[in-house]
């Protein structure tokens, strides 16, 4: 008949021949109405199933035969592939491009790309609302309630179980943690739900309620499950604000644009899926740019780790559905009858799809607007993407069971055949392009296989710090100070200070910090000479391995260095009781000395120690809290050199990110008070080049690799090495000081009560090159022998 479109179902009525291409069958033809441009032929076989297009002014001569495939050559395939899996190949394709060119990335998140492309989203997400079928949805309200309920309310209390597993990094963790408080996707929820025959008004409706009530919501969500349980506060009225600045007021603004301008309307109705592509664009910028920014941090998490966290998005998501599902039955059991809402398959499978699935863009804006509270920003997200895309990958798997099942039993839905058809086919396309990909010619894998093992090596090499320069080796800088030889046959050079040995009442080891010498940590007394005679102390200063002219040991760890003193002492005849004084990088030396060599001490001054987060001791909240406190830069430098100590020398010479804020000595690593004695401290030190005489990864890198690294003993659980008050252990700190959080050595205080606790008000990191601090150091050392 003239005008009409049908879809036609051919059965085969007798199948001879094992090859599908040498068989004669006749087939009995089944038509449906379509409604489209084409018809849909589905033959039958009983091994194969696949679809024909037929024009409908093709004559049975004009049929396009795709065969197994599906398509008449590999390139139609691809182009149908992308066609229809636009929005995860778009996700994909950022996270691949902001690997390989970060230069891009950057620069795009320098001008703040990110935040306009997720206002362009909401723009033509409001530009593609539109109006109709608004009486499903009323009539479906129960089912939209719950919906709503579900996505903002209960699931959300997953992130509480999500917080307790234990994964490194543990952005990964914490972001998974955040997605889970997100209202519902805005495209690939309703996307599916129209695929599958739902109550598409019904998925808009909730989609759009639940992310304008989501900006209200979230912000308290984040606040009430994330950062209660790892100590950090959201601001609260900062992200609504920006929630509403770029979501609900782009989201506004493209509905009124619909609305208000003629034909506006028609032209986006027209070309709905021009204007889904954009939105895949600008949602493929936000995995871009978050991991151009991260590049360097993601390449050394390990794959099984990221595949862990993979997973742990397809399970979150699994969990998530069977959530629904079970929600859905409870209420339709409940209701008692087929007619009621809850019962209608089209409102359970909107239901269903759209209360199951998370969004990415307002997790991004999240994200951004946070700051770092939570950690590297690429790192929340990453695993985020993942999760998309996984939902979008499992729900379409479902849908596709769906549509199968449906047309095996012939029954008639309310579902667009030809839509269906491209799900199948899609299959079919893809085992193609795999074979290909799998099967293709020895000479791309034995290429690739050469680009690897290059790039290999190169990284390698980057990875490596050139050899150091010894002191007094040829071609080393000169010996200008005593050195003792120790038993492994480096040197250690030390310098003598205050009365001479045999007329000492008391002699003190005194451990410089990080990026200092045996000179410069002796500039503390030169000003109170007065109370070193008054004490009768020797005070004995050295460079500690790698630093001056000590000799590098690159296995250096808490204990070899405890040992490297007591040998310090055993070669200068110190008696079998010493002090021991360490300020900053000094002091951690320090707990080295309490745990290894405690039957040597006769007391121990501990001076703004450096604290490693990682010690177990710590509470989860509190040392998260206080390593957040550290400018971004510097948490990366901790974390390499934690969890990757074998890229320290890179990381802290590259020239793509900021390395270490304490090498380059920014300003914001000191308090008020550490900027008014910085000037002070330099006119008395040697300066930078006398530390690092013998090399930068020997000294400066090694101290963050022991310093930050997994040590073998918690200083948290050492005993009392003075139980009959002997000695004295005592610990100063200031509580401003920026780089080493007070909060963490008052929980050491607390955990430790023998340790002696001084906490300095108004005194930053610096405050022992405060004459009158130092002084009384000292006194409080050797109390009564003034």
């Known amino acids: 008949m003239a005008g009409t479109i049908q879809t036609m179902i051919l059965t085969p009525r007798s199948t001879q021949t094992p090859s599908f291409r040498h068989q004669h069958l006749n087939f009995t033809a089944t038509r449906i109405p379509a409604y489209s441009n084409r018809s849909v032929l589905f033959i039958r076989n009983r091994s194969i199933s696949f679809p024909l297009r037929i024009r409908a002014n093709q004559g049975p001569g004009q049929i396009d035969d795709n ?21 995860p190949l778009a996700l994909i394709g950022g996270v691949v491009l902001g690997l390989a060119n970060p ?19 909401f723009i033509t997400s409001g530009l593609t609302l539109r109006n109709g079928e608004i009486g499903d949805a009323i009539e479906a309200w129960p089912v939209g309630i719950l919906g709503i309920c579900s996505i903002l309310l209960f699931t959300p209390y997953l992130s509480k179980i999500i917080l307790q597993i234990q994964l490194q990094p543990q952005e990964f963790v914490t972001g998974l943690a955040i997605f889970c408080c997100m209202p519902t996707t805005l495209s690939s929820g309703v996307a599916l739900t129209q695929l599958a025959g739902g109550n598409s008004a019904l998925a808009l409706a909730m989609t759009v309620i639940s992310n304008l009530l989501g900006i209200l919501i979230v912000p308290f969500s984040i606040s009430k499950f994330i950062a209660a349980g790892i100590g950090v506060s959201v601001p609260t009225k900062e992200l609504f604000r920006s929630l509403v ?7 506004i603004l493209g509905k009124v644009f619909r609305e208000s301008l003629k034909g506006l309307a028609d032209y986006v109705d027209r070309n709905r899926k021009l204007f889904s592509k954009m939105n895949a664009i600008f949602l493929s910028l936000a995995p871009f740019i978050q991991v151009s920014r991260s590049r360097s941090m993601l390449l050394m998490v390990k794959p099984s780790v990221f595949l862990v966290a993979v997973g742990m998005g397809v399970i979150l998501h699994l969990v998530l559905l069977s959530f629904n599902v079970f929600a859905i039955q409870g209420f339709s059991m409940v209701s008692g009858t087929n007619q009621l809402a809850f019962a209608k398959k089209k409102n359970a499978t909107a239901y269903v799809l759209v209360a199951s699935q998370k969004t990415l863009p307002v997790m991004v804006a999240v994200v951004e607007q946070l700051g770092g509270a939570f950690g590297e920003s690429g790192l929340l997200v990453l695993p985020c993407v993942a999760a998309h895309l996984n939902q979008i990958i499992v729900d379409s798997f479902f849908v596709n069971f769906w549509l199968r099942k449906d047309l095996a039993s012939k029954s008639a839905k309310s579902f667009d055949l030809c839509t269906s058809s491209k799900m199948i086919i899609f299959s079919n396309f893809t085992a193609q392009i795999v074979k290909k990909i799998f099967f293709f010619p020895g000479m791309i894998k034995e290429i690739t296989v050469v680009l690897c093992l290059g790039l290999a090596v190169w990284a390698y090499q980057a990875t490596q710090p050139p050899p150091p320069k010894l002191c007094g080796a040829p071609g080393g800088p000169p010996v200008t100070a005593p050195r003792i030889k120790l038993r492994d046959g480096r040197h250690l050079s030390y310098k003598e200070h205050g009365v001479p040995r045999e007329k000492a009442k008391a002699n003190i080891i005194l451990i410089h910090g990080f990026g200092s010498t045996k000179h410069d940590i002796m500039s503390m007394t030169d000003p109170i000479p007065h109370v070193v005679e008054e004490l009768q102390l020797y005070i004995v200063s050295f460079d500690r391995p790698g630093y001056g002219e000590s000799d590098p040991d690159l296995k250096r760890t808490p204990k070899s260095i405890a040992l490297d003193i007591e040998e310090l002492a055993d070669h200068l005849g110190l008696g079998s009781k010493f002090h021991v004084m360490g300020f900053s990088m000094g002091g951690q030396v320090v707990w080295g000395c309490l745990k290894y060599i405690p039957h040597r001490l006769a007391g121990a001054t501990l001076m703004a120690p450096v604290v490693n987060y990682w010690w177990p001791g710590f509470p989860a909240n509190l040392s998260t809290e206080a390593y957040y406190r550290q400018i971004p830069q510097e948490q990366w430098v901790l974390r390499v050199a934690h969890h990757a100590p074998w890229l320290t020398y890179w990381w802290n010479t590259q020239k793509l990110f900021p390395a270490s804020s304490v090498i380059a000595r920014k300003p914001e690593i000191f308090s008020r008070q550490d900027l008014e004695l910085v000037s ?44 009959n008050n002997e000695g004295s252990i005592h610990l100063w700190q200031g509580d401003e000081d920026v780089l080493v959080p007070a909060s963490l050595q008052r929980y050491i205080a607390q955990r430790l009560p023998w340790i002696n606790y001084h906490e300095l008000p108004g005194a930053g990191h610096l405050f022992p090159a405060i004459p009158q601090n130092f002084e009384q150091i000292l006194k409080a050392l050797f109390p009564g022998k003034e």
């Open 67 to 87: 065969g197994s495939g599906g398509a008449k050559t590999l390139g139609k395939s691809l182009l149908n592939f992308v066609d229809n899996n636009f929005l």
């Open 103 to 121: 230069a891009l990335g950057c620069l795009a998140d320098k001008y703040y790309l990110s935040k306009f492309s997720t206002i362009a989203i």
């Open 680 to 723: 002070l401290v330099a006119e008395k030190s040697k300066g930078r080049p006398q530390a690092t005489l013998q090399g930068e990864f020997e000294s400066l890198h090694q101290d963050y690799i022991v310093g930050f690294g997994k040590w073998e003993f918690d200083p948290m659980e050492l005993e009392n090495p003075f139980p």
């Open 245 to 251: 600045i770029t979501l609900l007021i782009p989201l």
